[in-house]
């Protein structure tokens, strides 16, 4: 569904993508792992549209999207939360939802007013927030949700764009156990109908959850494989991954 073919990306004098290629199939949970500096996060904006490569071509489901920007991607049906959450605080879930919507997207924040009367948007908003574990929680402000239910919430705003791929930004930063284990719930039943690519510091949560993991360092894919084949890789058994592999 995303393929991404020889990207390159510096700044400045640093070189932080070079040469990356990766595919993303369709249906399939996919993952992006690698140290702090790795490049990942350049290569995620870049894959989303948020940062425009100096190389390279990104392609979604046949069409060049390169260097497109991030709402003109989305549009296209790629949607992407963020490490650092993007709500707002001071409308209650349910509102933050209905924003989310294609339809005040296309059109303007005024819109919102119409929705706030129009019983089938909230009806599918409720929907979206049933879907991410937060049934109950419609008229709750954004601000006072628990940090999990904010990191579910987030999702749930991807969610309600209607994207036909999801791309999750560190999902599980600042979670703790119990909040990891329900989020891991939350993406196992969304891979049901959508594909993700998920970039993560916590491999055991990547490596229980994903088809097939990318592993980036020094700018550059140094291996993909199935969980499976990346724990009996010798060389990422012998390198400062392995730990965490």
């Known amino acids: 569904m995303l393929e991404a073919h020889g990207l390159h990306k510096r700044?400045?004098?640093?070189?932080?993508?070079?040469?990356?290629?990766?595919?993303?199939?369709?249906?399939?949970?996919?993952?992006?792992?690698?140290?702090?500096?790795?490049?990942?996060?350049?290569?995620?904006n870049v894959l989303t549209g948020g940062v425009r490569p100096d190389r390279g071509r990104v392609v979604f489901d046949g069409e060049d999207i390169t260097g497109f920007p991030p709402?003109?991607?989305?549009?296209?049906?790629?949607?992407?939360?963020?490490?650092?959450?993007?709500?707002?605080?001071?409308?209650?879930?349910?509102?933050?939802?209905?924003?989310?919507?294609?339809?005040?997207?296309?059109?303007?924040?005024?819109?919102?007013?119409?929705?706030?009367?129009?019983?089938?948007?909230?009806?599918?908003?409720?929907?979206?927030?049933?879907?991410?574990?937060?049934?109950?929680?419609?008229?709750?402000?954004?601000?006072?949700?628990?940090?999990?239910?904010?990191?579910?919430?987030?999702?749930?705003?991807?969610?309600?764009?209607?994207?036909?791929?999801?791309?999750?930004?560190?999902p599980t930063s600042g979670l703790g156990g119990e909040g990891t284990a329900r989020l891991a719930e939350l993406v196992q039943e969304l891979r049901r109908v959508l594909t993700i690519v998920v970039i993560e510091h916590d491999m055991a949560f990547l490596f229980r959850l994903a088809d097939r993991i990318s592993v980036i360092h020094w700018g550059q894919v140094i291996a993909e494989g199935t969980p499976d084949a990346l724990r009996a890789d010798p060389w990422l058994a012998r390198s400062g991954l392995g730990a965490a592999v």
Request: with cysteine; glycine share 10%; net charge positive.
């Open 71 to 170: 709402h003109a991607v989305a549009r296209r049906g790629l949607a992407r939360s963020f490490q650092l959450m993007n709500l707002f605080d001071e409308y209650s879930a349910l509102e933050n939802v209905l924003l989310a919507a294609p339809a005040v997207r296309a059109r303007s924040f005024d819109m919102l007013r119409d929705l706030r009367r129009d019983a089938d948007a909230q009806d599918r908003a409720a929907t979206v927030l049933g879907r991410v574990g937060l049934r109950g929680k419609e008229r709750v402000p954004a601000g006072r949700l628990s940090y999990g239910d904010r990191r579910a919430l987030e999702i749930g705003l991807a969610v309600a764009a209607e994207p036909r791929m999801l791309f999750l930004d560190e």
């Open 11 to 44: 700044f400045g004098d640093h070189v932080v993508l070079e040469d990356i290629s990766l595919a993303f199939p369709a249906g399939r949970l996919s993952g992006i792992m690698g140290p702090n500096g790795a490049g990942k996060t350049t290569c995620f």
